[in-house]
């Protein structure tokens, strides 16, 4: 079995008058992700981590930014495609790792249902998917709260 692993990081600022959308899930907050598509950074760290994985670039080479069909896409949706792509250039996700950085809101009641909206999109089942959240003890932006963090690796097994 031919099995590679990628890494991928992701940080976007947190701004009024956006819902914040984490893993596919909209989490209750006075505060969003500014970004083109809808600013998941979880997603967008573990689209990297396949990417990285299957040596196939990086989100900005697959989504251009700025791209119109990608204004405020869901990036679930982004993930799905990734997922796709990779899967045409002879890969299939076996486990997915990541952690999400941010200071407030909590975001332990949501980790559940993100698992399983992530679990949908890259195809695998449930326990296949590991997924922590952590702060930075108040320290640097993430804990002034000016934006959040995710962090992902992603190993993939050469299709047959
Ligand atoms: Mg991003």
């Known amino acids: 079995m031919t099995a590679r692993s990628g890494l991928g990081l992701d940080v976007h600022p947190l701004v009024p008058g956006r819902p914040l959308v984490l893993g ?3 989490v209750p907050f006075d505060r969003g992700l500014q970004g083109h598509s809808d600013g998941d950074v979880l997603c967008h760290a573990i689209i990297d981590a396949l990417l990285g994985a299957a040596g196939a670039g990086d989100i ?5 930014p700025g791209d119109p069909r990608y204004k405020g896409a869901s990036s679930l949706r982004l993930l799905e495609e990734a997922v796709a792509h990779i899967g045409r ?3 299939r996700v ?4 990541a ?3 941010a200071e407030r ?3 332990k009641p949501f980790i559940g249902p993100m698992k399983a909206r ?4 890259l195809r695998l089942p449930g326990d296949t998917i590991n997924l922590k959240a952590t702060t930075t003890d108040g320290l640097g932006f993430v804990g002034r709260g000016e934006g959040i963090a ?3 690796i992603a190993t993939l097994e050469a299709a047959e």
């Open 24 to 26: 596919g899930v909209e």
């Open 60 to 64: 900005g080479r697959l989504f251009p």
């Open 89 to 91: 250039l002879g890969w």
């Open 94 to 97: 076996r486990y997915v790792d």
């Open 99 to 101: 952690t999400i950085v």
């Open 105 to 107: 809101p909590l975001l």
């Open 118 to 121: 992530l679990a949908l999109a």
């Open 150 to 152: 995710a962090l992902a």
